[in-house]
């Protein structure tokens, strides 16, 4: 093995092969996909290999994560291999300019809102956080300068930044950049690399360039919708009612949004709950206020930020503004979609293909993709558009015990639409219970979707129950960890959801987790469009658009009781459908299976005397 700046004494079982890899893609100009599981250590095993290659030849790290808790695991290594060698590894943690924010004008704002009104402050000359840290003017810059060099001789994370920008009355933001500029190693979210727009302007001020860098993306299973979705916009009747309010208030002439939009959205769909539109549809909706797209945009964009100046609280007008300025371009990949439920309206552009904008991340130096469910690699490797040529593909087995982990796929049940009928509910109801008592501490049950939960839990005997519902706040969702936690009994909650793939269960909190049904996403013209996309791309569309995404909820949701080495675990994937071929090969070959209808006796069995 190449000699590597490596915190640990030695290495995890099955994480050698991992750091030897890494060593191979980083040092070859190569991109690795690894499917790496749980406990592998697959943070050191590939940020290792990348600080001790970048310092070595001039290069730069950048380490992309979907969650700012997650930070800390980089920022980790980092430390600890400074501190075993004895070395300086230059490191900036950044975090969007709003988390770093401490304008108590702007701080509360929402994303809209806050990054206009910021970038208007900053045009106008008007933050003093700014001044201090950058400065306007010649002699503010170098007065900036002084202070920036005075200050720092280390590297600081996100948390420490702010509180020195709050001491010194500084942007912490700006400050993290300066450090950015000088560092190795820089840890960020998705955002800063993915978003077009941002990773130029990121690449800029930081004065890096993608072809230097070696870049890792951590939890990368979650990058192609991630990405999907930021660059995708979607208006609504409730927007349009808060911008008729919000031009209420400031004295101006009602436009009469909503009427207008909900007028003509029902006249555009008729009796049709979802329709797809093109890009001049619109047009007969602005023809209303005798406006062009453009001139509406900017239009709706001064309301908001005088809106935003005036209250200091987020902006609906501003919202508008950036779905207006977003609505144009005949991109291929891109949909538009006209939407009715309950009287409302929502008018929506998704895009389809992520490879728009991460195929730019083939760019680097080296990219590494890595996950505990990066399967199948194949499928990752074609919709981020990264080139076969330059792809290594690896799977990775659990360096954990075989024996503490009982995997049963149940028959005879299933939430496929025609068989969802409340003798089937019911059935989920029994079996979850059964599995609860033959089970010595908490269980956890995933379900397919909120419809599915709903139609369950009320027929589930186990108490406590710890519920997730829809549209719950973080501090809401937080507190049922908590308490379940605390307490035992059982977590309910959906696949894909914060608790399924989110948080950290590292107590030992969850004995038996129950995958109920597999989450595959409601066929609507979104699913179709994406299905015909990819078959037409690569000839696999219900395979990349519907079936393999699904499985990859089941999986995240199932390995989130064994986080440790003493762990054991009983999983559940309560649906007969994992039984069938295109499911089940997208499991790591490793794992093995029971196939039961009664499937609390082997639960019973597996904890029996323990």
Not at 479 to 499: P, W
Not at 502 to 512: A, E, H
Request: aromatic share 10%; proline share 3%; hydrophobic share 35%.
């Amino acid at each position: 093995m190449v000699k590597i700046y490596f915190r640990h004494e030695k290495l995890r079982r099955c994480q050698d092969t991992l750091v030897n890899d890494a060593c191979e893609a980083i040092e070859n100009r190569m991109h690795l996909l690894a499917h790496a599981p749980v406990g592998l250590g697959k943070t050191d095993a590939v940020l290792s290999p990348a600080i001790t290659h970048a310092l070595e030849n001039n290069l730069n790290v950048f380490f992309l994560t979907p969650k700012i808790s997650q930070h800390k695991i980089a920022l980790d290594v980092v430390k600890g291999i400074e501190e075993k060698y004895g070395i300086k590894v230059p490191t900036a943690d950044v975090v969007g300019r709003k988390y770093m924010c401490i304008h108590p004008a702007l701080e509360e704002l929402d994303q809209d809102s806050f990054y206009q009104a910021c970038e208007k402050m900053r045009k106008k000359e008007l933050c003093p956080h700014y001044e201090k840290s950058r400065g306007y003017t010649r002699a503010q810059q170098q007065k900036a300068g002084e202070l920036f060099k005075k200050l720092f001789r280390n590297s600081y994370n996100h948390l420490e930044m702010v509180e020195m920008g709050k001491k010194h009355d500084a942007c912490p933001y700006e400050w993290t950049l300066e450090l950015a500029k000088k560092a190795r190693v820089i840890v960020a979210d998705y955002f800063h690399l993915t978003i077009p727009s941002v990773r130029q302007l990121f690449l800029m001020k930081t004065k890096k360039t993608l072809e230097k860098s070696i870049i890792i993306v951590d939890e990368a299973h979650n990058l192609p919708k991630r990405v999907r979705d930021q660059l995708s916009t979607t208006i609504n009747s409730f927007v349009m009612r808060r911008v008729d309010k919000e031009m209420k208030q400031l004295g101006l002439e009602s436009a009469k949004m909503e009427k207008t939009f909900n007028e003509w959205a029902g006249e555009t769909a008729k009796e049709r709950k979802e329709m797809l539109v093109g890009e001049e549809m619109l047009n007969s909706f602005i023809a209303h206020y005798n406006m062009k797209e453009e001139e509406m945009a900017d239009y709706f964009e001064m309301i908001g930020l005088e809106w935003v100046e005036r209250t200091t609280r987020r902006s609906y007008c501003l919202k508008l503004a950036k779905f207006l300025k977003g609505w144009q371009g005949e991109e291929v990949s891109a949909i538009r979609i006209l939407r009715k439920k309950n009287g409302y309206f929502s008018l929506s552009k998704k895009f389809l293909d992520p490879s728009i904008s991460t195929s730019e991340l083939g760019k680097a130096h080296s990219l590494i993709l890595m996950s505990g469910t990066l399967l199948p690699l194949e499928m990752y490797r074609d919709v981020l558009g990264l080139e076969e040529k330059r792809s290594i593909m690896k799977q990775y087995s659990s360096p954990f015990s075989k024996s503490n982990k009982l995997n049963i796929i149940v028959e005879g049940i299933t939430t496929r639409y025609s068989r969802r009928n409340f003798e089937e509910y019911e059935k989920f109801a029994e079996k979850i219970d059964n599995i609860a008592k033959a089970t010595p501490g908490g269980t956890a049950v995933f379900f397919a979707s909120y419809k599915v939960m709903n139609n369950v839990l009320p027929l589930i005997k186990t108490r406590p129950i710890f519920a997730q519902r829809e549209r719950m706040k973080p501090r809401e969702v937080y507190e049922i960890f908590k308490r379940f936690s605390e307490e035992g009994g059982m977590l309910c909650a959906v696949q894909g959801g914060s608790l399924s793939e989110g948080i950290d269960y590292n107590k030992g909190q969850i004995k038996t987790v129950v995958v109920a049904g597999i989450a595959l996403e409601e066929m609507g013209l979104e699913v179709e469009a994406l299905i015909d996309y990819y078959q037409e791309k690569f000839g696999k569309g219900w395979e990349y658009g519907y079936i393999y995404p699904a499985v990859m909820k089941a999986m995240q949701a199932g390995g989130r009781a064994i986080r440790k080495h003493e762990d054991r675990a009983a999983v559940v994937y309560m649906d007969e459908r994992f039984r069938w071929r295109n499911y089940k090969k997208l499991f790591p070959e490793d794992e093995s299976f029971v196939i039961s209808s009664e499937p609390e006796k082997y639960v019973k069995k597996f904890w029996g005397g323990r």
